[in-house]
C-alpha cells in the first residue's frame, strides 16, 4: 500500500463529496436506493469512530424532479428557483435516512465568501467544530438559490477542497459518475487506462480532464482536478471513485486500491 492510501486509511476527519450524477437518475429524479445506502455507510464510519464531512450536490436536480421538469432550465433565476424548491427536498430526505441510523445531521448553506473572508472562515471552522463535538454530521453546499456563481461555474468539487482546508480534514473524497481519472475517454477509448495515483498535477494530467459529465450536473473531470490542487496545497489527500458501486466509500477508507489518488509528494 502507497503511503497516500495508507495515510487515506489513517484519516479521522474526511470530507466526502457527493455530485449530482450520484444522486440521481438521468431524468432528474433522486436516487433513493444510493442515497440510503451511502448516507448507512456514512452513519456507520461515524459509528467507528470518523468524523464525516458530506458535502452534497443534487438541490436543482431534486428541484427538477419536484417540479416534474425533464432538463435544467437555461436562465440563472430558474435555476435558483429551482435550487430553493430542491434544497428542502434534500435535507428532508437526508434527515430521514440519517435519523433511521441514529445519526443527526446540521446543514450548512456557505458561499464562496465563507472561504475568502477571513471572519467568515473563522466562523465556519468554530460552527463546524462544534458541530462535530456534538457527534453531528454536518451536510454543506453551496446556497445555489443566491449564489449565481455557483450555478454558472458549478464548482462544488472546489467547494469540498476549500471545506477540507477549513477543517482540517485528514483527506477528501469525491464520489461521481466515474471510477477516477483516466488518460483517454473510457465511454469512447476502450484502451483507456484508470491512473491509480497522481502525486503531482501537470500540464499532462490537466490536459486528461474533460467538460461537464451530465445534462443535470455543471461539474466534469477538470473542476475535480482543480479542486485536487486545492487540496495538495493543503497536503490533503483526494480521491476520486465512483459513486454508483455500494460500498466504495469503505473499500477507500480500507486502503483498497481503488479510484484516483492525488496528493503532493
Known sequence: MSAARQKLKSARRIVVKVGTSTLSYGEGKLNLYRIEHLIREMADLHNAGKEIIFVTSG??????????????????????ALAAIGQGVLMHIY???FGEYGQTMAQLLITKNTATDEHARENFHNSLTSILKMGVTPVINENDAVSTDEIKIGDNDNL?????????????????????????????????RLISEVP??????????????????????????????????????MLIISGKEIGNLRRALNGEEIGTIFYKE
Open 160 to 192: 469540498s477542497a476549500l471545506v477540507a482546508g477549513m477543517s482540517d480534514a485528514d483527506a477528501l473524497i469525491i464520489l461521481t459518475d466515474i471510477d477516477g481519472l483516466y488518460n483517454g475517454n473510457p465511454k469512447t477509448d476502450k484502451n483507456a
Open 95 to 97: 434527515e430521514k435516512f
Open 59 to 80: 438541490a436543482i436536480a431534486a428541484g427538477i424532479g419536484k417540479m416534474g421538469l425533464t432538463k435544467k432550465p437555461d436562465t440563472i433565476p430558474e435555476n435558483q
Open 200 to 237: 503531482k498535477i501537470n500540464s499532462e494530467i490537466e490536459r486528461m480532464a474533460g467538460g461537464a459529465g451530465t445534462k443535470l450536473g455543471t461539474g466534469g473531470m477538470f473542476t475535480k482536478i482543480q479542486a485536487a490542487k486545492l487540496a495538495a496545497e493543503k497536503n490533503i489527500p
